[in-house]
């Protein structure tokens, strides 16, 4: 069956770096869109980044473009979320989603997610 399994999370300053991967199983990786989402306490999911398959298409929310970077390595059936001058406000849990399109990532493939907190 499909797995994804976050990796890379934890506690750091703000205008801290960190680096998120998503480790993939179970699918053709590189046919697959990835994307990151993320979920606050007492809010509702949002997202945050997207790649589309063979690294066509990119695509952000606002409050990161400049910030975050999303890649993925297909030999590896990883995607990354590189996080640069993270905020109080990023504080979240991540996740990754996997989807046929970035359209279609709400309905697709969930891992468990991974805990960033930015301390201020």
């Known amino acids: 069956q499909v797995q994804l399994v976050e990796s890379g999370g934890g506690l750091v300053q703000a205008g801290g770096s960190l680096r998120l991967s998503c480790a993939a199983s179970?699918?053709?990786?590189?046919?697959?869109?990835m994307g990151w989402f993320r979920q606050a306490p007492g809010e509702e999911r949002e997202f945050v980044a997207a790649?589309?398959?063979?690294?066509?298409?990119?695509d952000y929310a606002a409050f990161v473009k400049g910030r975050f970077t999303i890649s993925r390595d297909n030999a590896k059936k990883t995607v990354y979320l590189q996080m640069n001058s993270l905020k109080p406000e990023d504080t979240a849990v991540y996740y990754c989603a996997a989807a046929s399109t970035i359209r279609t990532l709400r309905q697709g493939y969930w891992g468990q997610g991974t805990q960033v907190t930015v301390s201020s």
């Open positions: 790649i589309s398959s063979y690294d066509v298409v990119t």
């Open positions: 179970g699918l053709t990786f590189s046919t697959y869109a």
